[in-house]
Every structure is written in structure tokens, then in C-alpha cells.
């Protein structure tokens, strides 16, 4: 059960679907359950995260909402 002072959502893990416990620390758009989980995923989700890392605000807002109205098609 969340604490009432808790912000955090939560997130799976997104290797093995278990419930994440942190989140990569760069982009903060990928989770893990725990290192092992975030090391196999490293040279994926560094890409990823890199593509992330040299966009500008507007262009995350775009593909924010791109990602929100295709996940309504659905």
C-alpha cells in the first residue's frame, strides 16, 4: 500500500514486468525492479535514453502526445 505522503506511480519493471523500484536516472523514462534488470536492458535503453537526452522541451512535448493519442487507439 502507497503511503498518503508517496508521489511515486507505479511502474513495472521493463524487462521482466515485476514492480519497479527505480528509475534510470538520465531520462527517468525507463524502470527496473533492480540492477540486473537494468543491466541487460543497458545497450537498448542507452540509445533510447540518449535520443531523449538531446531533444529540446517542445519536441518531448510532441512525442509525448503522439505516444498519449496512439495509446487512446488502443
Known amino acids: ?3 498518503p505522503h508517496s508521489s511515486m506511480t507505479e511502474h513495472e519493471c521493463d524487462v521482466c514486468d515485476k ?5 534510470c536516472s538520465k531520462c527517468k523514462s525507463a524502470f527496473y525492479c533492480g540492477a540486473s534488470c537494468q543491466q ?4 537498448e535503453h542507452s ?3 540518449k535520443a ?12 509525448l502526445l503522439i505516444h498519449l493519442d496512439h495509446a487512446d487507439k488502443y
Do not use: F, R, V, Y
Open 47 to 49: 540509445i533510447i535514453c
Open 19 to 23: 514492480s519497479a523500484t527505480h528509475a
Open 52 to 63: 531523449i537526452e538531446d531533444m529540446t522541451p517542445e519536441e518531448l512535448g510532441q512525442e
Open 40 to 43: 541487460k536492458d543497458h545497450i
Open 1 to 3: 500500500m502507497n503511503s
